[in-house]
C-alpha cells in the first residue's frame, strides 16, 4: 500500500511551485475546456453573459447537428488524406535528402544545406502564387494531388534527421559496408530504426501543423467535397447574416476536429518525448 506524503513535511516552495504549475495548466486549457462546456449547451446558454461554465444537456443534439451540417464525415476524411500525405512525404523527403548529404556528401553539399534551410525565412504567402500557377498548369486545382504534394519538401525535417545522421558512429558505418551492405541496405535496415524516436516526434509535429493548415486549402480547393476540417468549421459562421452564429454547434464540430491530432500524440506520446529528450538531438 502506498503512503502518501504528509503535507506539513512538504517544503513550502514546493507547494508553490505545484501551485503555480496547476494554475498554468488550467490557464493554457481553459479554451479547450470552455469550448466543450458551449458544446453542450442550448444556442441561449452558449451566447448568455456573463458566460455560463456548467455543461448542458443538449450535447448529442449538437455534436449530431455540427456532423450534419459541416459534412465532417467527409472533410475530416479530407484533412486525414491532407495530414497523412504531407507528413508521409515530408518525412521520406527529409530523410533521403539527409542521407545524402551526410553519407554521400556530394559538390555543394554545404551550400545546398544553406539553401535548404534559407526558405525557412520565406513567408509561407510569398510562395502561393508561384505554387497556385505550378499546380494550375498541372491541371491540379481541387486535387489531393494540390492539397499534398507543394508540402513535401520540410527544411525543418531535414535539419533535423541530418543532425541526427551525424551523430550515428563511423564504426557503425564501416561495419555494414565490411558486411556487404549497400548504401540502400544501410539506410533501410540500420538508419532508419535508429532514427525511429526522432521519425515520430517529427511524424506528431507535421500531422499536427498539416491538419490545421488553412490558407493553402483556401485558395487551392473550390468544391466542398475537397473541403477540409479547418474550411468546413469557417464556412459553418454565417457570412453577413443578423442572426446569432451557432455557436453552440461551431464548437461541437470543433471539438470533433480536436480529436484525430489528439489521438495522434496520445499514440505515440512515449516516442514523440523520446524523439525531443533523447541526448543525441
Same mark, same amino acid.
Request: glycine residues 6%.
Given at each position: 500500500?502506498v503512503?502518501?506524503p504528509n503535507i506539513?513535511?512538504i517544503?513550502?516552495?514546493?507547494?508553490?511551485?505545484?501551485?503555480l504549475?496547476?494554475?498554468a495548466?488550467l490557464?493554457?486549457?481553459?479554451?479547450l475546456?470552455?469550448?466543450?462546456i458551449?458544446s453542450?449547451?442550448?444556442?441561449?446558454?452558449?451566447?448568455?453573459?456573463p458566460?455560463?461554465?456548467?455543461?448542458g444537456?443538449?450535447?448529442?443534439?449538437n455534436?449530431g447537428?455540427?456532423?450534419?451540417?459541416?459534412?465532417l464525415?467527409?472533410i *475530416?476524411l479530407n484533412?486525414?488524406?491532407?495530414?497523412?500525405?504531407?507528413?508521409?512525404?515530408?518525412?521520406?523527403?527529409?530523410?533521403?535528402?539527409?542521407?545524402s548529404i551526410?553519407?554521400?556528401n +556530394? +559538390?555543394?553539399a554545404?551550400?545546398i544545406?544553406?539553401?535548404?534551410?534559407?526558405?525557412?525565412? *520565406?513567408p509561407?504567402?510569398?510562395r502561393? *502564387?508561384?505554387?497556385?500557377q505550378?499546380i494550375?498548369?498541372?491541371g491540379?486545382v481541387?486535387t489531393y494531388f494540390a492539397?499534398?504534394?507543394?508540402y513535401?519538401?520540410?527544411?525543418t525535417?531535414?535539419f533535423?534527421?541530418?543532425?541526427?545522421f551525424?551523430?550515428?558512429?563511423q564504426d557503425l558505418?564501416d561495419?555494414?559496408?565490411?558486411d556487404?551492405?549497400?548504401p540502400l541496405?544501410f539506410?533501410v535496415?540500420?538508419?532508419l +530504426?535508429?532514427?525511429?524516436t526522432n521519425?515520430?516526434?517529427l511524424?506528431v509535429?507535421l500531422?499536427?501543423?498539416?491538419?490545421?493548415q488553412?490558407?493553402?486549402?483556401l485558395?487551392?480547393?473550390?468544391?466542398e467535397a475537397m473541403?477540409?476540417i479547418?474550411l468546413?468549421?469557417?464556412?459553418?459562421i454565417p457570412k453577413?447574416g443578423t442572426?446569432?452564429?451557432?455557436?453552440?454547434?461551431i464548437?461541437?464540430?470543433v471539438?470533433i476536429?480536436?480529436?484525430?491530432?489528439?489521438?495522434?500524440?496520445?499514440?505515440?506520446?512515449?516516442?514523440?518525448?523520446?524523439?525531443?529528450?533523447? +541526448?543525441e538531438?
Open positions: 500500500m503512503k502518501l506539513s513535511q517544503p513550502i516552495s514546493r507547494l508553490i511551485i505545484h501551485a504549475l496547476i494554475l495548466i490557464v493554457v486549457s481553459f479554451p475546456i470552455y469550448t466543450f458551449v453542450t449547451q442550448s444556442l441561449p446558454q452558449a451566447t448568455r453573459l458566460p455560463n461554465l456548467v455543461p444537456s443538449s450535447m448529442i443534439e455534436y447537428k455540427a456532423w450534419a451540417q459541416a459534412n464525415g467527409r *475530416m484533412s486525414g488524406v491532407m495530414s497523412l500525405g504531407v507528413t508521409i512525404g515530408k518525412i521520406t523527403v527529409a530523410s533521403f535528402t539527409a542521407f551526410v553519407y554521400f +556530394p +559538390p555543394g554545404g551550400f544545406f544553406f539553401m535548404t534551410l534559407l526558405t525557412l525565412m *520565406m509561407i504567402p510569398v502561393l *502564387m508561384p505554387t497556385y505550378v494550375s498548369s498541372f491540379w481541387d492539397i499534398t504534394l507543394p513535401f519538401v520540410s527544411a525535417g531535414t533535423l534527421l541530418r543532425q541526427f551525424k551523430t550515428v558512429p558505418v561495419a555494414a559496408r565490411v556487404g551492405a549497400n541496405r539506410f535496415q540500420i538508419l +530504426p535508429l532514427s525511429r521519425i515520430a516526434a511524424f509535429i500531422f499536427i501543423w498539416t491538419w490545421n488553412y490558407l493553402w486549402p485558395i487551392i480547393t473550390s468544391s473541403r477540409v479547418q468546413g468549421i469557417g464556412f459553418m453577413g442572426g446569432l452564429p451557432p455557436w453552440n454547434t464548437m461541437a464540430a471539438v476536429a480536436v480529436l484525430p491530432p489528439l489521438l495522434i500524440l496520445l499514440i505515440m506520446q512515449k516516442e514523440f518525448v523520446k524523439g525531443l529528450i533523447e +541526448p538531438k
